[in-house]
């Protein structure tokens, strides 16, 4: 008979405190980079770089440092996984050209 919808109330008091830098912040996120450029997502080093590289101009002197520092500590892990991996293969193929002979 009668009606008992009952409607959902949004709250939006948050909204009073938003400036126009807020809504319109030019910084990316790491979540940010990771969802819109898939190739990063399992990569920390490179959604590290490209955060790097998006925000650079909104980055103070020490969040600069500290981004680049961390990106040499991720690159040389990844230069010895290469360097690893490299070693292995030429291993590989010394026991295998041994074997041979």
Do not use: G, W
Request: charged share 30%; glycine share 0%.
């Amino acid at each position: 008979m009668f009606s008992k919808k009952q409607t959902k109330k949004i709250d939006t008091s948050f909204l009073k405190y938003l400036t126009e830098d807020n809504l319109v912040t030019p910084e990316v996120t790491m979540e940010q980079v990771k969802k819109s450029y898939p190739h990063t997502k399992n990569n920390d080093l490179e959604a590290l770089k490209l955060f790097y590289v998006l925000n650079h101009n909104y980055l103070d002197e020490d969040q600069r440092h500290q981004i680049t520092n961390k990106i040499e500590i991720l690159q040389h892990k990844e230069d010895e996984k290469f360097k690893i991996a490299f070693n292995t293969i030429i291993c590989q193929q010394n026991q295998s050209e041994s074997i041979q002979d």
